[in-house]
Structure formats: structure tokens, C-alpha cells
């Protein structure tokens, strides 16, 4: 094996592994542990379908990103029309940026790493100057964006995953216990219950964005054709798919078999919390917040600096780094309203953003069955935009019992989340036919 070919095998494991370090956040630790909890004795059909969306969308969005293309999310999304491009990439890049996503990384650090070691009466303040030095730092390597595969694929991820190995494989080495029995719809319907909590990752939201990241690196590498580009950038995807894989599979049974030492907690939080203090103590609970703080800083720089860069574009007149300074500070102002603020306030948006996302990666896939027809696209699209708009709703404002038992016998799949599936599938049919019967015309 030459020089030549080893320097391109290591490039491409860094970039593998900056992709799953930009992924991988708190998300990705609590949700997991909290569904090994409840899934119980059911915790492997129900994280199945957790790595479906978890793993595999990310995976997808990734591929479809590179397979179609595009230059970024408004380019792939502008099939549909230039002007649902414009807003469906703002509404993205502002929920996963500056309106939550970055704002949750610093909350989330604050309330694992540092908030059980300070006094309540001192939090306000110690929030304050946390936000502050958590963005100073995450700042600092977004500024440079040239330099990411250093200093996240290189540096902070195999720290991040050493620090994960050491919890999640002495628990598979010592397990509390026996799996419990599954609570709630974990025990009626675990497998779609497992797909419905993949999505509190964002994953598959951001795919979209990161694979941008991952895509420029390559060609950093030197690879420039098309279709060495989509191989590159599909194995940098496995690769980070992968590892998250793995990953939840160690924390999804970690939960399952701590039922037995810990008992039943409230949240995914909870669960690593005590896990780790059962078993290491002072140190588990330290060890806990170095694994936290490292995954919310390696998804804020991907966050900041995908954001900084799709507005430089938008907006060309003011430059990428006034935008990660506007990134910055608007962060570390709703960072310092508190997490339960911040996850109040996005549900409704993730609600629409979720159904849009999958849809369009989905299209951009099959792209070549429909000749890429923006009549189909515009369909299938405006077919999910209605449902997810009547979610997002649902989740801002509520409904009344009866217009939400008429619109469950409307829409097949709803009661479960799932209700903008038959409708984007009936859409993309019909829009199919009309592309025909245009082209038969034409």
C-alpha cells in the first residue's frame, strides 16, 4: 500500500468521523437511554426502529444531497418552486441553528456538566458565563471552517468516542439486571414507538446541511468527479451511520438492563445520570458531562458554521463571519432562557420541518423514475407541507376532541404521527400521472 492511498484512507475515516461527531449531540445520548428504558424487554424491535430514522435518514439525507447534486438545501428543495426553496432552507437553517438546536447544545451541556456541582440560587449567573465560554469556544473553531476535519474529525471525536466506550461498555460488561417489562406503546407498537423517538435526534434535519460539511471536504481531498464524489461522500456517510448505530444499540441496552439498579426515570438525562453514578460515582458523573460537553460542541460548530454559510450565500453582501458572530450571540441570549423554553417553543416547528425533510430526500433519491418532473415534486411536497402544517398547529395551539377524532378518521396513521404519509404517497401518484399525461400532450 503506497503513501499515497494511506493519506487517503486516513482523510477519509477523519471525515467519516467529523460527520458522526456533527451528528452525534445530547440528543443522541438521552434519547436512545430513555428508549432502552421504556422499550424494557422490547428494547431491540423498538430500536430497530429508532436506527431507522436515527441512523438511516441521516444516512439518506446524506447520500441524497451528494446523489442530486445540489450546491445546498435550497438548491435541492427549489425543485419544487425557487420560492419554496428560499423558505424551506431558512426555516431549516434557522431551527437547527440560532432559533434552538444551538441554543439546546449549551443548555444541555449546562444542565449535565455543570449544573448538578453548582447552587440553585447560582444558576442564572453560571448559565450566563457558561453560554458565554461554550460559544466563545465553539466560535473560535467555526471560524475557520477550512479546518473542521482537524479539529473535530481529528481531535474532539475520538476523545468524545473513548469517553462514550468507557460508560456504555462496562455497563454491557456489568448489566444492573434483566430487561423489564415495556411501558406504554413501547409494549403495544415498539417498532413504530422506536421510529417516532428517532426523530427528537434532528438528524435526519441536519443531514441535509452537514452534508454540505462533508461534501466540500472531499473535494478538499482532491476528489472532484461526480460520481468519485457520491462514493466518497456515500462511504463517509456509512462510516458516521455506522458508528451512531453502534452507539445507540450500546445505549438503548445500558437503559434496558438499568431498570433493575436504577428504577424507572422521567428522562433520558436521568438515565445517563444515574447509570454513570451508579457505577463510577463522583467520576461517572464528570465522565457523563466530558461526554456531553464534547458531542453539544462538535453539533454547535457544524450547526454555526453550515448556518454562517448558507446566509453568506443568501445574503452575499455581509460576510460569513459576521453571520457566525450573529449565530453567536443570538445563541447565547435564548441559551440563557432556559432548556424547557427552548424545546417549547420548537416542537411545532420540528412537526412541519420533519415530514418536508423526509419527503424531499425521498424525491431526491428517486429523482431519475420521474424524470425529475417539478410537477411531482410540487404534489408529493404540497401534500406534506398541509399535514405538517395542521402538526405544527396541533402542537402550538391544540385541538378539540372532535376535529381531532375527525381528522384521525381522514388521515390513516395520524394518532400515531405518521399522517402525512398516505396523503404524500397519493400526491406523488397523482403527480406521476399528470407528468404523463403532460408529456403525452405536450
Same mark, same amino acid.
Request: hydrophobic share 55%; with cysteine; proline share 4%.
Given at each position: 500500500?503506497?503513501? @499515497? ?5 486516513? =482523510? &477519509? ?6 460527520? *458522526?461527531? &456533527? ?6 445520548? %438521552? ?18 426502529? +429508532?436506527?431507522? @430514522? ?35 432552507? /431558512?426555516?431549516?437553517?434557522?431551527? $437547527? ?13 449546562? #444542565?449535565?456538566? %455543570?449544573?448538578?456541582? $453548582? ?11 457558561? !453560554?458565554?465560554?461554550? +460559544? ?7 471560524? =475557520? ?9 481529528? %481531535? ?7 469517553a462514550i466506550a468507557i460508560l456504555v461498555g462496562y455497563a454491557a460488561i456489568n448489566p444492573m439486571g434483566m430487561p423489564q417489562a415495556a411501558q ?16 427528537? @435526534?434532528?438528524?435526519?434535519?441536519? =443531514? ?5 460539511i462533508v461534501i466540500d471536504a472531499v473535494r478538499a481531498m482532491g476528489v472532484d468527479n461526480r460520481a468519485d464524489l457520491l462514493k466518497t461522500t456515500? $462511504? ?5 451511520? !455506522? ?20 428504577? &424507572?426515570?422521567?428522562?433520558?438525562? =436521568?438515565?445517563? !445520570? ?34 454562517? #454559510?448558507? +446566509? ?5 453582501? %455581509?460576510?460569513?463571519?459576521? *453571520? ?15 432548556? !424547557?423554553? $427552548? ?5 411545532p416547528m420540528l412537526m412541519l420541518l420533519y415530514p418536508l425533510t423526509i419527503v424531499i430526500i425521498l424525491l431526491a433519491l428517486t429523482d431519475k ?14 401534500? /406534506? ?11 402550538? +395551539?391544540?385541538?378539540? /376532541? ?35 399525461? &403532460?408529456?403525452?400532450?405536450?
Amino acid at each position: 500500500m503506497n503513501s @499515497t492511498t494511506s493519506r487517503s484512507k486516513a =482523510s &477519509l475515516w477523519a471525515v467519516g468521523l467529523m460527520l *458522526f461527531a &456533527l451528528f452525534f449531540g445530547a440528543g443522541n445520548l %438521552i434519547y436512545p437511554a430513555y428508549l432502552g428504558q421504556q422499550a424494557g424487554e422490547n428494547w431491540l424491535s423498538a430500536m430497530f426502529g +429508532f436506527l431507522l @430514522t436515527g441512523a438511516g435518514l441521516p444516512l439518506l439525507g446524506v447520500i441524497a444531497v451528494g446523489y442530486s447534486g445540489s450546491r445546498d438545501v435550497e438548491a435541492l428543495a427549489s425543485r419544487v418552486a425557487p420560492w419554496y426553496g428560499v423558505t424551506f432552507a /431558512a426555516a431549516l437553517y434557522l431551527a $437547527i441553528g440560532p432559533l434552538f438546536a444551538m441554543p439546546r447544545t449549551a443548555t444541555v451541556s449546562f #444542565e449535565t456538566a %455543570i449544573s448538578p456541582f $453548582i447552587d440553585e440560587s447560582w444558576k442564572n449567573i453560571a448559565l450566563a458565563v457558561f !453560554s458565554l465560554v461554550f +460559544f466563545g469556544m465553539t466560535y473560535w473553531l467555526s471560524i =475557520s471552517p477550512g479546518k473542521l476535519v482537524d479539529r473535530i474529525g481529528k %481531535i474532539l471525536t475520538p476523545v468524545l468516542l473513548l469517553a462514550i466506550a468507557i460508560l456504555v461498555g462496562y455497563a454491557a460488561i456489568n448489566p444492573m439486571g434483566m430487561p423489564q417489562a415495556a411501558q406504554g406503546d413501547f409494549a403495544t407498537h415498539p417498532l413504530v414507538k422506536g421510529i417516532l423517538e428517532g426523530y427528537g @435526534t434532528m438528524d435526519a434535519l441536519a =443531514s441535509l446541511v452537514f452534508a454540505i460539511i462533508v461534501i466540500d471536504a472531499v473535494r478538499a481531498m482532491g476528489v472532484d468527479n461526480r460520481a468519485d464524489l457520491l462514493k466518497t461522500t456515500t $462511504i463517509s456517510g456509512v462510516l458516521a451511520a !455506522s458508528c451512531l448505530a453502534v452507539v445507540y444499540l450500546f445505549i438503548g441496552y445500558m437503559g434496558a438492563t438499568g431498570v433493575a439498579g436504577i428504577g &424507572l426515570q422521567e428522562n433520558g438525562a =436521568s438515565v445517563l !445520570s444515574k447509570t454513570a453514578q451508579h457505577y463510577f460515582g463522583t467520576a461517572g458523573i464528570v465522565l457523563l458531562g466530558v461526554m456531553v460537553l464534547l458531542a453539544c460542541l462538535s453539533t454547535a460548530v457544524g450547526l454555526i458554521t453550515s448556518c454562517a #454559510e448558507y +446566509f453568506n450565500r443568501l445574503c452575499p453582501g %455581509i460576510s460569513y463571519k459576521v *453571520f457566525v458572530i450573529l449565530n453567536t450571540v443570538v445563541s447565547i441570549l435564548l441559551a440563557n432562557k432556559g432548556l !424547557s423554553a $427552548i424545546l417549547q417553543f420548537s416542537i411545532p416547528m420540528l412537526m412541519l420541518l420533519y415530514p418536508l425533510t423526509i419527503v424531499i430526500i425521498l424525491l431526491a433519491l428517486t429523482d431519475k423514475l420521474f424524470g425529475g418532473s417539478r410537477i411531482v415534486y410540487f404534489c408529493t411536497m404540497m401534500a /406534506a407541507l398541509m399535514v405538517g402544517l395542521l402538526d405544527a398547529y396541533k402542537a402550538a +395551539f391544540g385541538l378539540d /376532541a372532535d376535529t381531532a377524532a375527525a381528522i384521525e378518521r381522514a388521515l390513516p396513521f395520524y394518532n400515531i404521527g405518521l399522517g402525512w404519509v398516505v396523503p404524500s404517497l397519493a400526491c406523488f401518484i397523482l403527480g406521476c400521472i399528470l407528468n404523463e399525461a &403532460l408529456k403525452k400532450k405536450a
